[in-house]
């Protein structure tokens, strides 16, 4: 980890991929529970 040409850069370009993954993951997390809460739902409903 030295101050070399594109150091910081590249870190920056770590920083954003991360939290990409980390957004698509909540979105993946959130889809997952919505299609449970439904299943489940309509499971007690009916």
């Known amino acids: 980890m ?8 590249s870190q920056m370009q770590a920083q954003g991929s991360l939290s990409e993954a980390i957004a698509s993951g909540v979105a ?8 449970l809460i439904v299943t489940f739902y309509k499971r007690t409903r009916l």
């Not at 993946?28 to 299609?35: F, G, I, P």
Request: net charge negative; aromatic share 0%.
């Open 2 to 9: 030295g101050g070399g040409p594109g150091g910081p850069e």
């Open 28 to 35: 993946l997390l959130v889809l997952l529970a919505a299609c």
